[in-house]
């Protein structure tokens, strides 16, 4: 069973950037597309990027441009940096892989204020 955990949310103003992290073990680390989604009350959970084990991303249309997913195979983490935050980027985060298939983390809440 993978146990996943999302850190890094936080609340911020239009504008601000936050850093997202999700460690898993070194095993499934490397054998993955990785993907970090998010989901507001109400709404499906949607990728918003993911990442190849070569390196190769997506991204959702609506932060092409303000957030990049990368991966530090050293310390087996998958982060995504988000910049010109704005009040849409408002939810929970969550890491799996793409396609999903791990039970979901609590995931971490990203709150963007005006």
């Known amino acids: 069973q993978v146990q996943l955990v999302e850190s890094g949310g936080g609340s911020v103003q239009t504008g601000g950037s936050l850093r997202l992290s999700c460690t898993l073990p070194?095993?499934?680390?490397?054998?993955?597309?990785m993907g970090w989604y998010r989901q507001t009350p109400g709404q499906q959970r949607e990728m918003v990027a993911r990442?190849?084990?070569?390196?190769?991303?997506a991204y959702a249309d609506s932060v092409k441009g303000r957030f990049t997913i990368s991966r530090d195979n050293a310390q087996n983490t998958v982060y995504l940096h988000m910049n010109s935050l704005n009040p849409e980027d408002t939810a929970v985060y969550y890491c799996?892989?793409?396609?999903?298939?791990?039970?979901w983390g609590q995931g971490t809440l990203v709150t963007v204020s005006s």
């Open positions: 990442l190849s084990g070569g390196g190769i991303a």
């Open positions: 070194q095993s499934l680390f490397s054998g993955y597309y």
């Open positions: 799996n892989r793409w396609p999903p298939g791990w039970d």
